[in-house]
């Protein structure tokens, strides 16, 4: 239930990001709105639902942004790893890492990103040319993550809660007295 309503937040910030912050927003400056709910299942959740949310969301943003294909799915998926890898060696849940493990994610889309756009035109003024994009996303990043991290460590929280209240009061009325 909870990997389930993670997927529903994952389905519409896809929607919002690809959509209608491109259609109606101009929102360029941001980061990827997806960064943080990959570490949240980097951090908090299984390896198999870390697996299947990169593959799928990365194949939706592929998809729907227009980037070349498997870019996002290569980007989430080496996210999710990282982040894996990294709470084996540091407590990554810690709130005062949080802003440093939020800006590397991003510092590291962008790379990936910027890597893959500068082979595939042979043109690699793009490093310098978003630069001022990179810096501002990164401190942004590291101001806000946290703070998106720990809505949804609330979120599933609050879910968690709902359903072993929902158990218990469907158990109570199956007693006897």
């Known amino acids: 239930m909870v990997s389930l309503s993670l997927f529903i937040i994952s389905f519409f910030i896809v929607i919002f990001q690809t959509v209608i912050s491109t259609g109606f927003l101009n929102l360029d400056q941001f980061y990827d709105l997806l960064i943080p709910v990959f570490l949240y299942i980097g951090l908090y959740r299984s390896v198999a639902e870390g697996v299947f949310f990169s593959v799928f969301f990365g194949f939706m943003m592929d998809s729907y942004s227009g980037a070349p294909f498997g870019l996002y799915i290569s980007i989430y998926f080496w996210l999710f790893i990282g982040i894996k890898k ?92």
Do not use: W
């Not at 893959?116 to 806000?144: C, D, K, P, W």
């Not at 703070?147 to 460590?153: A, I, P």
């Open 86 to 177: 990294l709470v084996l060696f540091l407590h990554a849940g810690n709130f005062v890492l949080l802003p440093f493990i939020m800006s590397g994610a991003v510092l590291f889309e962008n790379l990936f990103f910027s890597l893959v756009i500068a082979f595939m035109e042979y043109n690699y003024s793009v490093f310098v040319s978003g630069l001022n994009r990179v810096v501002f996303q990164i401190i942004f990043a590291a101001g806000t993550g946290p703070f998106f991290l720990l809505l949804l460590g609330r979120y599933e929280k609050i879910i968690s809660e709902f359903i072993i209240d929902r158990k218990l009061n469907r158990d109570e009325k199956h007693v006897l007295y």
